[in-house]
């Protein structure tokens, strides 16, 4: 992995040395453990001209959560505790006579630019832009494989529950269970707060879980997803609890399943994002459901559980092969429940069989 790490490293380099920047500081945690193996607490990439540094305010620890270091790139950790690795490193590429040094201003802060200029007044600081987060957007076939396996852990954690006793029970002992299972099956944790929502609540998009309790009848939608090395994957669904669902409930859910099926085959190369919102969104804006949709049907996953690209009716762009997103189409209905059905997939050539699913749990209606 070391000479993979290097290779992005060189490619950020290259980039940099064409739009004129000897350096770039690179500070958002993502972008750090892409370039560098880990991110530990605090701390910044310095690409410079020749050499890299990360900089650190401890040593790094070597925890799960932090990442697998790249065992050839140098580390400087601040004697100071309190001191900013931003400013060692701009001091640093100030001290190499860098003349400019690109940085990440969607990341830094007012405060911490203006340390920045203080700490080398003679430096000029460019924008940097998005453009590590461009290099993500498409994985290798290593990320690919912890995306796999960090779909696999959600579903055999989301089949568990499906055969325990759920009526009675709490949104949040469900979401709390569901999280416990991700970790007994070699998940770092779960990649975002995991979501359960029941009766009226089911169908609400990033719903908080609460006390309320599962009753016969109820829908209920479960989100929730696995962090593996880093790599976060998504996978939501619905069921019925305790009865055989209602005419509403099997339309609804048709109709959702719909949508959910036309986006996920509008994933190929060179679909317009724009264009595979509008698959799975037309279904349920046909349906009358325009207002209640929410802004995007799916996005990229990754390092982090919502990046580029977007797949929204503005967004611009197309995809890639070996790019992975979700397809989340949802409806709630006020006072009554909803739909989500979510699948993290890779986009891929039709001659290699289309979008691969990642996330396999039954779309069935199960009555459970």
Same mark, same amino acid.
């Given at each position: ?31 750090? #453990? ?7 607490? /605090? ?23 932090? /990442? &697998? ?40 802060? +007012? ?5 920045? #200029? ?47 006793? $759920?009526?009675?029970?709490?949104? &949040?002992?469900?979401?709390? *269970?569901? *999280?416990?299972r991700l970790v007994d ?13 029941? /009766? ?31 790599? #976060?994957?998504?996978?939501g669904r619905t069921f ?62 990754? $390092? ?18 070996? +790019? ?6 949802? +409806? ?14 890779? +986009? ?21």
């Amino acid at each position: 992995m070391s000479d993979v790490y290097a290779a992005r490293r060189g490619l950020l380099r290259d980039r940099c040395a064409a739009a004129g920047n000897a350096a770039a500081l690179i500070t958002r945690p993502a972008n750090v #453990r892409y370039l560098s193996g880990a991110s530990p607490l /605090g701390a910044v990439l310095l690409v410079g001209p020749t050499d890299d540094v990360l900089f650190c305010a401890g040593a790094p620890t070597g925890e799960a959560d932090e /990442g &697998r270091l790249d065992e050839h790139l140098r580390v400087s950790v601040l004697d100071n505790p309190g001191a900013d690795p931003a400013v060692a490193a701009a001091d640093m590429a100030a001290g190499v006579r860098a003349d400019s040094l690109a940085v990440e201003e969607h990341h830094l802060t +007012v405060g911490r630019h203006r340390a920045l #200029r203080s700490v080398a007044p003679k430096l000029r600081l460019a924008d940097l832009g998005t453009a590590v987060e461009q290099q993500r957007l498409i994985k290798d076939e290593e990320e690919i494989a912890c995306l796999r396996i960090a779909a696999e852990i959600a579903d055999q954690a989301l089949g568990e529950l499906l055969e325990s006793i $759920l009526v009675g029970r709490t949104e &949040r002992h469900l979401a709390l *269970e569901l *999280e416990r299972r991700l970790v007994d099956h070699g998940a770092d944790g779960p990649a975002f707060p995991t979501s359960v929502g029941t /009766g009226p609540h089911s169908g609400r998009s990033r719903h908080r879980p609460s006390d309320r309790r599962v009753e016969e009848g109820d829908f209920l939608s479960v989100c929730l997803g696995a962090n593996y090395r880093g790599y #976060r994957c998504e996978i939501g669904r619905t069921f019925v609890i305790g009865t055989s669902p209602a005419d509403w409930q099997i339309a609804l859910y048709d109709l959702v399943f719909t949508a959910q099926r036309a986006g996920r085959e509008a994933l190929l190369p060179g679909a317009a994002y724009r264009d595979v919102d509008h698959a799975a969104r037309s279904v349920l804006d046909s349906a009358g459901h325009a207002e209640a949709l929410a802004p995007s049907t799916g996005h990229g996953v990754g $390092l982090e559980i919502d990046e580029d690209p977007q797949l929204a009716p503005t967004a611009m762009g197309k995809l890639d092969a070996c +790019v992975p997103v979700t397809v989340e189409p949802g +409806v709630h209905l006020p006072g009554r429940g909803g739909v989500r059905i979510d699948d993290t997939l890779v +986009v891929r050539p039709e001659a290699d069989g289309g979008p691969e699913l990642l996330t396999i749990t039954t779309k069935e209606l199960l009555a459970l």
